[in-house]
């Protein structure tokens, strides 16, 4: 597979991830009877762009970046390094952790529905990256 390939693979599982928290966090919201669930719930989507365009924005860059300078054939394992796949599993592993904390179906509907929204934002990133890297470069200008 070409460069764009594994960086626009990269993008989708971005977004799956960001769609099922997404979808998690909206059912938390929608099911709550609190009047300021839906202030959060603008909030929470207002910060996980935030993080997604500003942060999230940066390990896109790199990774993309890094995908695009290996050399062809590659292989999964030259893909991702460690440290992207530590910050995966600490991801994961945060998930996991909110399940058992003492916290409100709101709070952790705020929550899955900013990292959904980051994810969701970084999976586009990620799409164009892969669109850039495709396309031909341009000779003009």
Not at 123 to 136: G, I, N, Q, V
Request: contains cysteine.
């Amino acid at each position: 597979m070409r460069h764009c390939h594994w960086i626009f693979i990269s993008g989708c599982i971005w977004l799956g991830a960001g769609v099922s928290l997404f979808m998690k966090g909206f059912a938390l919201m929608t099911a709550s009877t609190a009047a300021w669930a839906q202030f959060f719930m603008i909030g929470a989507l207002a910060l996980g762009f935030l993080k997604g365009r500003f942060v999230l924005a940066k390990t896109v860059k790199k990774t993309s970046d890094r995908i695009a300078n290996l050399s062809l054939p590659l292989r999964f394992s030259q893909i991702y390094t460690k440290a992207y796949w530590a910050l995966i599993g600490s991801m994961m592993g945060i998930g996991v952790v909110f399940r058992f904390l003492p916290i409100s179906h709101e709070i952790r509907g705020c929550v899955d529905i900013a990292i959904g929204s980051a994810l969701i934002q970084g999976a586009f990133l990620y799409f164009l990256s892969a669109w850039r890297s495709h396309s031909p470069k341009s000779t003009y200008l």
